[in-house]
Structure formats: C-alpha cells, structure tokens
C-alpha cells in the first residue's frame, strides 16, 4: 500500500515495507525483464534487458551517511523526514526539513518561517532518475518548494545521481537557502494589483478549469499574506503540497498509485510556473 510516513530524527531508518533487495526475471521478449521485490515476490515493472539498480536501502543510506559527514551538527540537531511512495513501492521520496535551521518571510500583512529541505528520489523500476533536490518548506501551511529555476529541476530528472555533485550542494546548501529566503522576501516587498491576477494566472496556467481554480486559491492566500508575489507563490505551492477540498485541486483516484509521484509533478510544474516569463516579469517591473 502507498507510504506516507514521517519522523524526526537525525537520520531516518528506511520504512519496513521499502527495505527490500531486488531481482530480475527474465520476460517472454528477449531484451526485457521484470523487476521483483525480493521480500514480497510482487511484480513491479518491466525493464530493458541492461537496466539494473541499486536497492532503495543503499541509496538512501548512502544519501543519509553523506549528510551525516558533511552538513554539521547543528544543522541536522532536528530533522523531520516524511518518506512517500507511489507504483507499489517501486518509487520513493524521501523529504528531509532541517528544522533547527529557518529564516523569516514577513509581507504587510503576515509573518512566516520557512526551513531548507533535502528531497531524493529512487525508483527500481526505470521510471525516474534517481537523483537529490533542495528546496524549502513554509512552516505556517506546510507547503513545499524547490529551489533553482525549472530548466535546472528538469536536467536534474534526467542526469542522474553524483556523489561528488551532491557533496558539494550540501556544501553550500546553507548559504543557497538563505539566498532563496532573500528572494522570497523580495517578492513578499513587490506588491500585485489584485486586478491583475487573473490575468496572470491565465497567462501561466493553460487550462481554464485549473486557472479559475488558481485564481480562487490567490485570492484565499492574498486574505492572509497580501497583496504581493509571494502570495502568488504561496498558493502555486499549496497546489503542489496538497490536494483534497481545501484547495479544490483533488486528484483522480486511478487505483494504480501514483498519488506520492502526481504530488511531486506538481512541484515541478510550479517551478516551471515560477520560471515562466509572465511570473519573472512581475519581479522586473
């Protein structure tokens, strides 16, 4: 069944149900082969005949132990890891907040905080690339972010994870968050006409069912935070964080789950919102 679990803790054990080699069997087509869990013996994909992986156990703990000698103490003194996954198993997230280490958003109208994150990603099954993103979490409504503009997030799905790259980001993920938290803030100074954000969303978001409901969703989140880009940005990423009736944004139920890795699409469709020309121009005018 789908996972969706959180603890806190300098490093998190892997849940029970994704700590489990992998094996191949050899299908009927001559250059394809299933993906087997080896705990349950279920089924969970087919690969081409050269895919092979590592299991979901050593990566992570691969990613843990290289936080653990590289980022210091102080930072990872309070860590909350929520692990999510989707296809059986076969996907995994694992989304870390380091909570000890924050920095405040204020508009005219509301204060928040906000804490850097560490998200990975592993799949068994060929259907991502395993790789490491940073971003940040709003304390007051949960909402996750990814850091660095859509181009960037979209070579990451594809390049694959690096040991040496991912050390380095650690090296610098303490002052890259802080520059993410002062642009933020920027756009917490940079007003918005209210008249102007429907035609912005409808600018940005394609289709018209979803763009009504954004624009319903900016004007719930200018209420409380004002009339200002990070607004905007607040209910882009409410989209992203959740979606049930408190959003209008529910999901279809296909029955194939895929609910952990839909949610994590919309991340990165925000980001590509975020890094669309109408969304920077705000920031330019």
């Known amino acids: 069944m789908p996972l969706d679990t959180t603890t806190t803790t300098t490093l998190s054990p892997l849940p029970t149900d994704i700590d489990f080699g992998v094996a191949f069997e050899q299908t009927k087509v001559r250059d394809k082969k299933y993906v087997v869990n080896q705990v349950t013996g279920d089924y969970l994909g087919v690969v081409g005949s050269n895919f092979n992986c590592a299991s979901h156990t050593d990566f992570f703990e691969q ?10 103490d102080k930072d990872l003194r309070n860590v909350s890891t929520s692990w999510r996954t989707s296809k059986n198993n076969a996907w995994v997230m694992m989304d870390s907040t380091l909570k000890d280490v924050e920095s405040t958003i204020t508009t005219s109208k509301h204060t928040t905080v ?9 799949g068994v099954d060929g259907s991502c690339s395993n790789q490491v993103f940073f971003g940040q979490i709003d304390a007051f409504c949960t909402n996750g972010m990814i850091a660095g503009d859509y181009e960037q997030v979209r070579r990451k799905n594809t390049s694959g994870f690096n040991l040496n790259t991912f050390i380095d980001k650690l090296r610098d993920s303490r002052v890259e968050f802080y520059q993410e938290a002062e642009k933020m ?26 763009a009504e409901r954004m624009v319903a969703l900016c004007n719930s989140e200018i209420s ?18 959740y979606a049930d009736e408190r959003n209008g944004f529910s999901l279809r139920n296909t029955g194939n789950d895929t609910r952990s890795l839909s949610m994590w699409n919309r991340e990165q469709e925000v980001s590509k919102w975020v890094s669309s020309k109408p969304f920077q121009a705000l920031l330019a005018a």
């Open 63 to 72: 990613v843990q132990s290289t936080m653990t000698e590289t980022l210091s």
């Open 114 to 122: 906000i804490n850097p994150r560490i998200i990975a990603l592993h």
């Open 185 to 210: 803030q920027k756009w917490a100074d940079t007003k918005i006409s209210i008249a102007y954000v429907e035609d912005l969303i409808n600018s940005i978001v394609k289709t018209p069912r979803k």
């Open 224 to 241: 409380t935070r004002g009339n200002n880009v990070f607004s905007i940005y607040s209910a882009f990423t409410n989209y992203a964080s």
